[in-house]
């Protein structure tokens, strides 16, 4: 880190009480009331942590390397197909992903718990694999793409109310590079 400023302090520890005469031997007084001058310095440094400015979009930001999406992207009940109304979002995902030179980027599909382990990582895995087909369409080179399914394993909220399941089932978007 760079130093950004040196301060010197002085302080009084003890009391100022009576006068001394100072010795041959160092300056101390013959007596027992006497002052203590200490001197503190200190350096200050602060390090900047470099922070990328991203480009983003009304309905895509991006914070501490991660995708923040205002809307889910959708898919026909227990299947991998996109929805309609999920495409003109994916479209400014992969506008993000252009215009900030993403070099690898990991699409994470997530499941509620409503059926088996097995079912629901083979469909998180079919959704996120999805995502990325589309967003290579969309001008995205595959090479840049990573897909994984997390299943049920890492929820966002409770499984017990469908609101819960709701955010449960999402697809997340983790710049690596």
Do not use: C, W
């Amino acid at each position: 880190f760079t130093p950004l400023s040196n301060k010197s302090f002085s302080f009084l520890v003890g009391a100022d009480v009576g006068l001394g005469k100072p010795n041959t031997y160092g300056g101390i007084p013959f007596t027992s009331d006497y002052q203590i001058f200490a001197q503190l310095s200190y350096t200050v440094g602060v390090s900047q942590t470099e922070r990328k400015h991203y480009y983003t979009t009304q309905d895509v930001n991006v914070v501490d390397r991660k995708f923040v999406i205002r809307k889910n992207i959708r898919f026909e009940v227990n299947s991998a197909t996109l929805t309609q109304d999920s495409k003109p979002l994916l479209n400014e995902i992969a506008e993000v992903i252009r215009r900030n030179n993403v070099r690898k980027l990991l699409i994470v599909g997530h499941t509620d718990s409503t059926h088996t382990e097995g079912y629901n990582l083979a469909l998180s895995e079919k959704r996120a694999a999805a995502v990325k087909t589309y967003l290579v369409t969309q001008g995205v080179e595959a090479d840049v793409l990573q897909a994984k399914g997390m299943g049920k394993r890492k929820p966002r909220a409770s499984n017990l109310t469908e609101a819960g399941r709701s955010k449960n089932r999402r697809v997340e978007f983790f710049i690596l590079e």
